[in-house]
């Protein structure tokens, strides 16, 4: 995975300064460095569990499906999916996956897994426009 320090930086930057979090200043260039290294560990983390690194009772894993999390749109979250009849957050789809297509057992929503193939798919993603709802 070819990942930009910098873009992180200035990612981490913009979202103090739009969240109204003070001056940019206010935070120093190791706190974004760190915070930024941080959530990289967190991507690569759901990057392994994405590409076999998640426990499959049946060998399969995410990326047969989905290479470098290709079809997942994140940014269409929340939606209605046809396969659970309501409309979901991007997790409960990603639960369905893995007990369906991987017949697996599901992972709490705060399951630090499930925050890491979040960060993976929404990384592999970065940059699509958000269209909640869309199809």
Same mark, same amino acid.
């Given at each position: 995975?070819?990942?930009?320090r ?18 940019? $200043?206010?935070? %120093?260039?190791? $706190?974004?460095? !760190?915070? +930024? ?11 392994r ?20 999390? %290709?079809?997942?749109h ?20 990603? +639960? ?7 017949e ?5 929503? $705060?399951?630090? !897994? ?10 592999? !993603? !970065? ?9």
């Open positions: 995975m070819n990942v930009s910098s873009t992180g930086w200035m990612a981490a930057t913009a979202a103090a300064l739009w969240l109204g979090l003070g001056q940019a $200043d206010e935070f %120093t260039q190791e $706190d974004l460095q !760190r915070w +930024n290294q941080e959530f990289m560990e967190v991507v690569k983390e759901g990057d569990l994405f590409h076999g690194g998640f426990p499959s009772k049946n060998t399969v894993s995410c990326d047969q499906c989905h290479p470098n999390a %290709t079809n997942t994140p940014e269409t979250y929340p939606k209605f999916q046809k396969q659970l009849g309501e409309v979901v957050p991007m997790w409960r789809m990603i +639960n369905w996956c893995i007990e369906n297509p991987l697996s057992e599901p992972l709490p929503a $705060d399951d630090p !897994r499930m925050t890491a193939l979040q960060a993976y798919i929404h990384w592999e !993603r !970065r940059g699509a426009k958000l269209e909640p709802g869309k199809h």
